[in-house]
């Protein structure tokens, strides 16, 4: 089993439960004074090729920030820590900004979208495709776990294509590249899958077809959680990491690949395959994720897919949004570029 791919559909999995937002006792990483706390979900990954680039390549560091990269289980509970002050952002999907929002009071909101798109992709055979969300009636469809991060995906794409979701077999078959054995067994029609997974069935020539889920669900697959009493009280602070990340992500866009891979690497014990043409496959894969919307996006809280996001979480009935306008804003983006 792929040991990175398990991990990154644990973490799709936790975000998307929720898990109640019940935290328990969950460690604190307090900020000291002029240090900034940036939570990621889980261990380090090439997904975050952007903030970890942002501190190697000196970007923080440029606008004067001090910023720590610092690493929590879950999703829920990287949110937490935001809410709570132990960490100024923490880098999540907007179904989460959407949870977060709706499960405690402190106002939360999106400062900025680092993904534009979401990680997971549908597989099918070459042989018997399923090239969209209507053909999957009455399939069976491989998930990693039921009730996570990947049936949400799916439930949204039925919604959006107006399939009953009862209309589909959902079938948990765990998430590695060696799913595709099932796949060829005829055990499922199609499975979700990472983007990482896809790689590695690429590289294999597996007889399959992919497609990515965001053609159908562009929902925003990393944005930066952040509490409006932050913002308010911080707000130069919010631009310069804005314009940070930014410059960072559009220097990931046109630097050497693997330059941008070695430096990450020398500072950060990134858990992911080790083959390092598959690690700067990845890091292209992110970066597309980043730039899909245009250079002029990178960074941007787009409104209409904010506004498509929130209709597709509803009308799949995971969560209510009553006013998506509140959960995003793009102030410190224009301010940002404009600096």
Not at 128 to 146: C, Y
Not at 165 to 194: H, M, P, Y
Not at 271 to 300: C, H, P, Q, S, T
């Amino acid at each position: 089993m792929d040991t990175n791919i398990k991990r990154r559909t644990m973490l799709q999995g936790m975000v998307a439960s929720g898990a109640g937002l019940m935290f328990g006792s969950m460690p604190v990483f307090a900020q000291s004074p002029g240090k900034l706390i940036f939570m990621e979900p889980f261990d380090m990954a090439l997904e975050y090729v952007h903030e970890l680039n942002g501190v190697v390549g000196g970007h923080f560091e440029k606008e004067g920030l001090d910023i720590e990269i610092a690493t929590i289980r879950g999703t829920p509970v990287a949110a937490q820590q935001v809410v709570t002050g132990s960490a100024f952002t923490a880098r999540v999907g907007i179904l989460d900004v959407f949870r977060a929002a709706a499960a405690q009071s402190e106002p939360v909101f999106s400062a900025g979208t680092s993904l534009h798109h979401g990680i997971f992709v549908v597989v099918s055979r070459s042989g018997d495709p399923v090239r969209t969300p209507d053909e999957l009636k009455g399939k069976t469809v491989g998930l990693a776990s039921l009730g996570g991060g990947m049936e949400n995906v799916l439930n949204m794409m039925l919604a959006g294509a107006g399939v009953p979701t009862d209309s589909v077999n959902k079938q948990a078959i765990g998430s590695n590249a060696g799913n595709v054995e099932v796949l060829k067994a005829g055990r499922v029609d199609a499975f979700l899958a990472t983007i990482e997974t896809s790689i590695l069935l690429k590289r294999a020539n597996e007889p399959v077809e992919i497609w990515p889920a965001s053609k159908y669900v562009p929902l925003p697959g990393g944005v930066m959680l952040m509490t409006r009493k932050f913002a308010d009280a911080n707000r130069e602070t919010v631009v310069k990491f804005i314009r940070a990340m930014r410059n960072s992500a559009l220097e990931v866009n046109s630097e050497d690949t693997g330059k941008i891979l070695d430096r990450i690497v020398a500072k950060y014990d990134i858990v992911a395959n080790e083959d390092r043409d598959f690690r700067i496959e990845a890091i292209k894969a992110y970066n597309e994720m980043a730039i899909v919307n245009g250079l002029d996006n990178v960074m941007r809280n787009v409104p209409e897919v904010m506004k498509l996001s929130a209709e597709l979480t509803e009308k799949a009935k995971i969560v209510e949004v009553p006013n998506v306008e509140d959960l995003y804003s793009n102030e410190y983006f224009d301010e940002a570029v404009k600096g």
